[in-house]
């Protein structure tokens, strides 16, 4: 089956980067995105990349996927406690466009 | 404002009385989808809609029910709730073919079986 890998747990400071990596399985999907949660909340959509592309860039949002590896990165530059969420990684599958999603990953920015 | 707007936010229930969770959007989007929630697992799809009438299972469908009448409500019925359905459920819509929009989701129904 599809399985979608996230570490659970990221800490930062404010002002730094923060790379959130993603490792997947489905070598069939066609966009992969990501998708942000803060507390109490619904999931946000923040960014995708489409499958023939290495980097996406989107303001403080970079993605990087490595088909290969069948990896994905989200690098957030100059990182701000409003940042501070669930970050989830979601490939998507066939013509429904299903989304399968990792476990998240908490990204705490320390001030 | 374009969204899709679950209800209620909060709920909780006794086991075995029927409830349903409702959903609607206001972007004619052909295609929806309820998830839910646990700790550790993630979002995992119970079922989706493809358009009106069409309906089909996702992931983990046991227990839930849904229906599609009409293009902007997708409600998600429990017949005979039980505490393992306690969760926190999202209902999701998108374009059809929108592969690059994703999917829009609703503020979530936070549902507690006792």
């Known amino acids: 089956g599809e399985d979608v890998e996230q570490s659970l747990f990221l800490s930062v400071r404010e002002g730094d980067s923060s790379v959130i990596n993603c490792t997947y399985t489905?070598?069939?999907?066609?966009?992969l995105y990501w998708y942000k949660q803060e507390p109490g909340a619904g999931l946000q959509l923040l960014t995708y990349?489409?499958?023939?592309?290495d980097m996406k860039q989107d303001q403080r949002l970079t993605v990087l996927l490595n088909k290969k590896d069948k990896h994905l990165s989200l690098r957030i530059a100059d990182t701000q406690t409003g940042d501070s969420a669930i970050y989830f990684c979601?490939?998507?599958?066939?013509?429904?466009?299903?989304?399968?999603f990792g476990t998240g990953t908490l990204l705490a920015v320390q001030p | 404002e374009a969204q899709v707007t679950q209800n209620p936010r909060y709920l909780i229930t006794v086991t075995g009385k029927k409830l349903t969770v409702t959903c609607s959007q206001n972007?004619?989007?052909?295609?929806m989808s309820w998830y839910r929630q646990d700790p550790g697992l993630g979002l995992r799809q119970i079922y989706y809609?493809?358009?009106?009438?069409?309906?089909d299972k996702g992931d983990v469908p046991e227990g839930y029910k849904v229906s599609r009448k009409e293009k902007r409500n997708f409600p998600l019925i429990l017949e005979s709730p039980s505490p393992n359905q306690t969760s926190l459920y999202f209902c999701?819509?998108?374009?059809?073919?929108?592969?690059?929009?994703?999917?829009?989701f609703g503020s979530g129904t936070r549902l507690t079986v006792v």
């Open positions: 999701a819509s998108s374009t059809r073919g929108g592969q690059g929009f994703g999917y829009t």
């Open positions: 489905d070598s069939s999907s066609t966009y």
């Open positions: 990349i489409f499958s023939n592309m």
């Open positions: 979601a490939p998507s599958r066939g013509a429904t466009n299903k989304l399968i």
């Open positions: 972007m004619n989007h052909e295609y």
């Open positions: 809609s493809m358009n009106v009438e069409v309906t």
